[in-house]
């Protein structure tokens, strides 16, 4: 995490840009003027691509995180802070994930909306899914889940509605334009929510209701771009069901680089055997006691193989592979804690969700129907 000296310095060098920038724009005729689009700067490489989609043309979008960074250890540069102290809109994730963000707005002024997508999101649901153990998931074959609504569903019937929070004795959606002090300790909630296409759906409607709630005179296109794009996610996670639900119960067993797929993995019946980083954080470091445990669980739980994460170094990964006797999938990474770059295949949510869930049936050995032709190209 970021210390306050560098955040100090940082902070100057945002004002010095800051300071620059004015003068030379307002010798620039052709510049747009502040409020023509609404700026929303973003944390995530996802929340970047969840708010294009819902903003489309109505939104000025600046993205913290660029593809293959990840928000566990990720420093904001002068660059970043200028953007976040001109941004009429920040949006973050929520849950403990963007640790960083309170720092960041006191460096660089930020006075706009803070909209924590997390906020739609029943978040005791969420801390259930986290406490999820493999002796506790379902492997009877069709599985359970809690969709967004906490209704029970089995294996691939039904798409889940867009996950909110109740309107009674839930947190609220409403956010103060000052209200900065979130808290950050996220404890027993794993932050990864957005692995679940359920909870993406929340997510995205959380910023189309927020953003049209600061720009009412463009919230009719938030609404329309939000629903056309949650239909595309509904899509997405019926497709992913139906192909996990072809997969022996017993066969459906994954390690991961870190504690990050726990919610994907709750949806689609698949049981977590381990993580190689044991923690949530991506930059946590493991002990040699919690290695051999892995192993030890990764030899009675049935795991085919493991896979790395596009943000983690894939040695780990080949050590506890070998010692395990299983495979390791390093040539096509999962993209978890981000998108991938431009020719990655994996450059958006949704074809990166693809991407890894592909991935993961391929090593199985399962057969993968094609892809929905809403999704092409998504």
């Not at 949006?91 to 997508?117: M, P």
């Not at 019946?269 to 990764?298: K, M, Q, R, W």
């Amino acid at each position: 995490m970021k210390t306050s000296a560098l955040i100090s310095s940082l902070a100057l060098g945002a004002a010095a840009a800051l300071a620059l920038t004015s003068c030379s724009a307002s010798d620039d005729a052709s510049q747009p003027e502040r409020g023509e689009h609404l700026k929303v700067v973003v944390t995530t490489t996802q929340l970047a691509d969840f708010a294009a989609e819902v903003g489309g043309n109505d939104i000025e979008l600046t993205g913290m995180l660029a593809p293959g960074s990840s928000a566990h250890h990720f420093d904001p540069t002068p660059a970043d802070l200028l953007s976040l102290g001109q941004a009429d809109v920040l949006i973050v994730n929520g849950a403990g994930l963007d640790e960083f963000i309170d720092s960041a707005i006191d460096a660089s002024g930020f006075s706009g909306t803070l909209v924590d997508a997390s906020a739609g999101l029943d978040l005791e649901t969420a801390r259930a899914i986290t406490a999820e153990t493999l002796e506790g998931q379902n492997h009877e074959g069709e599985h359970e889940h809690i969709d967004t609504h906490g209704h029970s569903h089995g294996g691939a019937e039904g798409a889940a509605e867009p996950q909110t929070a109740d309107s009674e004795g839930s947190e609220s959606s409403e956010k103060s334009e000052e209200d900065h002090d979130h808290d950050h300790e996220h404890g027993d909630l794993n932050p990864h929510l957005w692995t679940s296409p359920r909870f993406a759906q929340g997510m995205v409607q959380q910023i189309a209701d927020e953003l049209a709630k600061i720009d009412p005179e463009h919230g009719d296109g938030y609404y329309e771009r939000a629903g056309a794009y949650n239909a595309k996610l509904v899509t997405l996670d019926e497709w992913i069901a139906a192909q996990f639900a072809r997969v022996p119960a017993d066969d459906r067993v994954l390690v991961t680089g870190h504690d990050s797929l726990r919610y994907y993995l709750h949806d689609y019946g698949i049981a977590y055997a381990g993580s190689l980083l044991p923690s949530f954080e991506d930059n946590a470091e493991p002990s040699a006691a919690e290695i051999d445990s892995l192993v030890a669980a990764i030899k009675n739980s049935g795991v085919k193989a493991i896979f790395v994460e596009s943000s983690l170094s894939p040695k780990l990964a080949k050590t506890v592979a070998q010692e395990a006797g299983v495979a390791v999938i390093d040539e096509d990474s999962l993209y978890v804690d981000s998108l991938g770059p431009a020719g990655s295949g994996a450059e958006t949510y949704i074809s990166a969700t693809l991407h890894n869930t592909s991935v993961i049936l391929e090593a199985w050995g399962a057969s993968i129907d094609p892809v929905p032709s809403a999704l092409e190209g998504a």
